[in-house]
């Protein structure tokens, strides 16, 4: 049995319990509640490493320094593998030097997917990339202090690595230094996917800009951009990009100047405007119940209308315009199935979705998507948008009709409920302050 089948073997125990003693709750609602059960089971609190004393207290010279790390490695195919983002998270709250052990933060994102080819295959795994931020309160006198730094961080994500995931060997396991420009690029506005559980509460003030331009030597290109083709590239190195599904599209890795002068112009992939983001939760707002149908007929008109336009100018029906931002996403690969899916049928059923709001969701999107100058992300922002708009209203009902919801007369299959809500669904545990 899978882990999400087991989630939801467990959320529909919970809601026949709360239907026997006369508790009503909603579907999301008793999600969560089930999650953060088994979250609080999980998070232990961890403890100082064994025989290692601690470093000394930091003085009033000290300050918070962030400095982000990719890490290339292979991972597990399915739930077990996204459970890395977490590990990591933990694997730093305590690093190790010369002069002892000394607490830590980390803010990870990810894992996306990956086309390292580096890396020798393992069976069920598959390549993948996690961005690790790493902050603590040292004395940074000199460059050596930040890239000792680095390499306590490294060790520790390479070690929690192999142990949590025994066939990923060192060699399967790459952590490099990124520019912080480079970094802010992947992250955009979008919230981690996982942080430390019990950090130290003098890690939590740390600033929002780091106070020291550490590992930040390159030219600072954009971590993905998107060419005049609509196919989206990623930074592999500090001047190299490979496209999503590089492989299948036989497309070999570029510099940025071979990549301009080939595929350009470029646009790079950016956060949504403030007003873009507003715009669409008063549209998903307005609709009501039927914002998720009216977000998947949106989508549907769009997707259509590249196609089209892509076979008048190459003759070929087939556009990737709207998930260019990262294709090879998980969350881009259940929008492109939902629209494809459900959305093409909701499209000729116009009582099930507000043809005002998908006229200013059009609009919105694909001005994200077909402007000359830039391109922002689409399923992952659009997940973040929906997530924060369903809080400010009630919840997975508010948004979503009966079609959309467990248990329902003449509701969609209980897999394509789960992959809408797993995709527009989100929910963060805020870090807690703790001390040792």
Known sequence: MTKNRARNRAVRA?????????????????????DQHHVAGQAERRQP???????????????????????????PVGREGLEAAQ????????????????????????????RETGMAPLPGHR??????????HREWTSTDAVAAFLRHAATAIITALVERYPEVTERSVHVQALPHETAAQMTGANAPDAV?????????????????AAATAGPGFPFRVVDALDTGWYLIEPDRYRADHAEDRKLSSMTHGELLAVRGPLRPVVPAPAADRDRVQAALTGAGPKALASLLVALFRLAKRHAYEEGERSGRLQSGRLYAGNEESWESTAMRALLWGPGVDIADKPNRFDEHAVTELMTVIDTWVSGDEHYVEVADTLAVIFTRTAAANGGWPALADRHFQHGERFAHPDQTIDNAMAWLLRSTAPATADQT
């Open 14 to 34: 919970q809601r026949a319990e709360d239907a026997a003693a006369g508790r009503r709750q909603r579907f999301d609602h008793t999600g969560q509640a089930v």
């Open 49 to 75: 490493p064994p025989g290692i004393a601690e470093a000394p207290k930091a003085g009033p010279g000290y300050e918070i320094l962030t400095a982000p790390l990719i890490v290339a490695t292979m991972l």
């Open 87 to 114: 590990v990591l998270a933990d694997a730093c709250d305590y690093l190790v030097g010369d002069d002892g052990w000394y607490r830590a933060l980390a803010e990870v994102h990810g894992p996306l997917p990956s």
């Open 127 to 136: 390549p993948a990339m996690l961005l690790v931020q790493v902050s603590a």
């Open 196 to 212: 430390t559980t019990h950090p130290h509460r003098s890690l939590l003030s740390r600033p929002s800009a780091p106070p020291t």
